[in-house]
């Protein structure tokens, strides 16, 4: 199970995905590289947090747009 992530990481990220959607995707190497080009975030814990729920929310929605649904087991 994944860790809740605190309203300022997710708020943070919206915020950039509104303004560079085109720009991220569902890598997080270059989803981190993106967040440090955008911001001016100094600390690297913040950034690959920032980072990773935006790969995350990427990959979510690809998947939801394919319908892919997991299998029960």
Do not use: C, W
């Amino acid at each position: 199970m994944g860790s809740v992530k605190p309203s300022y990481i997710k708020n943070f990220a919206d915020e950039l995905m509104r303004g560079y959607e085109d720009s991220f995707n569902k890598d997080f190497e270059q989803n981190k590289l993106k967040v440090s080009e955008y911001t001016d975030i100094k600390n690297k814990t913040i950034r690959n947090r920032v980072a990773g729920y935006i790969t995350r929310v990427n990959r979510q929605k690809t998947e939801h747009r394919r319908g892919e649904v997991e299998p029960d087991v």
